[in-house]
């Protein structure tokens, strides 16, 4: 879930129509810079379909969710989707990507972009840890963590995740930062990270590279 932070609770307005779909091609240009055996698995698991909303998260699953016949979200719940820039809906197979959130309210052009499709990387990074993570690899989450890049670290640890979310969350934005260096152009595994947090990835994404 990118962007679960307490700081990320402020004010927000509606940013307009074409803010939001500018937001909207940014993610799809976000789907198509994902290697094809990678679109691949995400059609497989029911993880290629995603909205980008002006609305708080919480509402906007509760509300599908209930349309979904499923039961509603109780409102610690959806207080606490309100925080998330995006996130993954297994039940639902969608992704949700709020691009009104009061923490993109003031960003230039380019680090809103750069933040959308961070957001949509990590949720996709997220869909394939959940379904693709084995048991095992759950398990070792704390450990995993600690072999984790310190901002990565710190990061998950900071946003309060429980510990059968570490794993989940490591591969995730691990995920979103590899496809930043292969956008930038960079391919391989990366000097900051643990050669077990890389083969991990690798098996669970279908990284290639």
């Given at each position: 879930m990118?962007?679960?932070?307490?700081?990320?609770?402020?004010?927000?307005?509606?940013?307009?129509?074409?803010?939001?779909?500018?937001?909207?091609?940014?993610?799809?240009?976000?789907?198509?810079?994902?290697?094809?055996?990678?679109?691949?698995?995400?059609?497989?698991?029911?993880?290629?379909?995603?909205?980008?909303?002006?609305?708080?998260?919480?509402?906007?699953?509760?509300?599908?969710?209930?349309?979904?016949?499923?039961?509603?979200?109780?409102?610690?719940?959806?207080?606490?989707?309100?925080?998330?820039?995006?996130?993954?809906?297994?039940?639902?197979?969608?992704?949700?990507?709020?691009?009104?959130?009061?923490?993109?309210?003031?960003?230039?052009?380019?680090?809103?972009?750069?933040?959308?499709?961070?957001?949509?990387?990590?949720?996709?990074?997220?869909?394939?840890?959940?379904?693709?993570?084995?048991?095992d690899?759950?398990?070792?989450?704390?450990?995993?963590?600690?072999?984790?890049?310190?901002?990565?670290?710190?990061?998950?640890?900071?946003?309060?995740?429980?510990?059968?979310?570490y794993?989940?969350?490591?591969?995730?934005?691990?995920?979103?930062?590899?496809?930043?260096?292969?956008?930038?152009?960079?391919?391989?595994?990366?000097?900051?990270?643990?050669?077990?947090?890389?083969?991990?990835?690798?098996?669970?994404?279908?990284?290639?590279?």
């Amino acid at each position: 879930m990118a962007g679960d932070d307490d700081s990320m609770r402020l004010a927000r307005g509606p940013i307009g129509e074409r803010r939001l779909e500018r937001a909207r091609r940014i993610v799809d240009l976000a789907w198509r810079d994902l290697p094809g055996q990678h679109r691949l698995l995400l059609e497989n698991i029911g993880a290629s379909r995603w909205q980008v909303l002006d609305r708080p998260l919480g509402n906007s699953v509760n509300d599908l969710l209930i349309s979904a016949g499923y039961a509603q979200l109780l409102p610690a719940g959806r207080v606490s989707l309100d925080r998330a820039l995006g996130m993954w809906i297994e039940r639902l197979h969608l992704v949700l990507i709020d691009a009104g959130h009061s923490v993109l309210a003031d960003l230039d052009d380019q680090t809103f972009e750069l933040m959308l499709v961070r957001t949509a990387w990590h949720e996709w990074g997220h869909a394939l840890s959940v379904v693709r993570a084995e048991h095992d690899d759950v398990a070792a989450g704390e450990r995993l963590l600690d072999l984790a890049p310190d901002g990565v670290r710190e990061f998950i640890r900071r946003a309060g995740y429980r510990r059968s979310e570490y794993t989940h969350e490591l591969i995730a934005e691990i995920y979103a930062l590899l496809m930043s260096r292969r956008r930038r152009g960079h391919t391989g595994q990366p000097p900051w990270l643990a050669d077990e947090i890389y083969r991990l990835v690798r098996r669970v994404s279908g990284w290639s590279e």
